[in-house]
């Protein structure tokens, strides 16, 4: 038989030298938890949806600073669960409410953290939709006022970054504006430029409970078969002033995180492991049939090689532990 030309193994044959050749590298710094924080303590505890979640009532927050402290996690994203909502969603702008208060509460407990705040009406209107409404549809200006001043009033509460989720058209423009004309010049948005209507948050919609009383979000979410329209979402976002985009859920989509990494070169890009790819992967490791660290961390890898500088994710506790024990 003639010599092989071609030897992919030889560079496989040792685990030091499968390490010099490693292309990507997940670190515990990529990770970004995403946490819900209850004004009621009656609403805090497991979330039974997501295995190992937890919701805390803010004046559980010591607690959960304690679990995060020396995790070597450095960013969070901050979901609120108000105690009353309204068919406005006043609760998401009130400077006392349940974000204000936790965002105001973490900057004191973990000083060094990146906090980053979601910015949606959803969590706080009675009818679960992302915005005002206007008959049975979402009123997209009416929202971006609502969306300024929640972010505003996240901004002067401590929030490093605010990050909105609705998908509204202008958001970005209207929250960096109301930022720059009071005085939050520095703080950072990270939009949800690219957020799909996705079966992937049925159960985030349990933690936080947003599920639309009716209809659905597909007026304002992307089309799952979309890709190029992801490109348009970013442009504008960018334009509109953008610091960072995210695209979610994450592992249905690398193609579009892949795309946009290329695309926009000198742009931070996050990607959300949301909460039905973190369940699923619970699910059947609870059952058995698959090994969870081995599977999170390998799904966490590819978001990082599809092109993400950033991860948000419920096993970010469990995979600075991970990635600790393996370094
Ligand atoms: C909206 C928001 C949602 C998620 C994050 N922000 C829910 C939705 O759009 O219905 C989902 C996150 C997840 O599934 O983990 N505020």
Redesign the pocket.
Known sequence: MTPLKFRMRRRRGSESMRALTRETRLHVTDLVL?IFVAERESDAGPVSS?PGVERYAVCQLERFAERLNGSGVLALML?GIPAKKDAEGSGAWNDDGVVCQALRQLRELLPDLTLIA??????YTSHGH?GMLNGEAVDNDRTLVALQKAALAYARAGADIVAP???MDGMVAAIRNALDENDQTDTAILS?AV?YA?A??????D??D???SFGD?RTH?MDPANHREAQREAEIDLQEGADMLMV??ALSYLDVLSGLHHAFKGVPLAA???????SMIKAAAANGWIDERKIALETLLSIKRAGADMI?T?FALDAARWLHQDS
């Open positions: 995403p997501m979901f979601d910015v949606c009406l959803c969590e992302c989720s609705g998908m949800y957020k996705s992937f948050y049925g159960p985030f919609r933690a936080a947003c599920a639309p979000r979410q979610k859920p959300y492991q949301v909460s039905g790819e973190y948000l419920y």
